[in-house]
């Protein structure tokens, strides 16, 4: 009787988690990720000397994406602040291994108005590769269009907008490879970020071994040493050797014999 009582209880849960999943309301702001998923390259926006460049002609490189609005009184700063600190301290080079580009959401905001930000956070970066963060502003079209693409949910409130947080890394092909969330980035959880992205591109050795000694944790949202996986390898490697060795002694028993 109490296994019927369990049993029945467990299916009336499970219709009631049924039925609210169904009236559940759409997420309104925050982040729908979309990994795997290839960007429209096609849209276009205006650069901040105001010419019309679309991301097909942009994205050739890993791209650190990230969108804001220039008047945001809470995390837009603060955000473009986190970029500019792992940009200065990433011991990769901006323009040649990845770039960044940084879009406003706000169809207000101008070409103008983006030059003038954009020279409030780029000097971390060195050696005329300024040009490497590029700042965008767009008509609402292609801005829906992207932060849809993308999953990057936000809802405008009065003058300003609720949003979220976080940067998101596209391969040069338009992928969506990596979502990292928050104000501030540690450098190495970047560098993992940028050298996922180039999957299927010509890459140094060294980088192959990080890639593999590190996997992502979408839980905390941060690479984190794989265990498991070295264990195993450590576990493999030790077992050929050990079989290489009682072949060898076999082999010079019956070379002895």
Known sequence: MKQLLAILT????????????????PLEVGIEEHLGDTIPLDLTFYNTEND????????????????VYFDCPGLCSPLMSGISDVVGLLDMEIGKDYQVVTI?????DTPEKAKAKKSNFVQTISNGREDAWIYL???QENIEAITNAIGFKYKAQG??????????MVSPEGKITRYLYGLTYLPFDVKMAVIEAQKGLERPTINKVLEYCFAYN??????VLN???ITGTIIIFFIVVGFSVLIFKRRRKTVKN
């Open 10 to 25: 467990s299916l009336l849960f499970l219709q009631a988690f049924a039925e609210d999943d169904k009236t559940a309301k």
């Open 52 to 67: 019309t460049v679309s991301l097909r002609q942009l994205v050739d490189k890993p791209t650190i994406f990230s969108f």
């Open 104 to 108: 406003s959401f706000n169809i207000t």
């Open 137 to 139: 502003t767009g008509e």
């Open 159 to 168: 003058l300003d907008f609720a949003h979220p947080s976080a940067i998101i």
């Open 218 to 223: 979408p839980s905390s949202k941060t690479y």
């Open 227 to 229: 265990i498991t996986q």
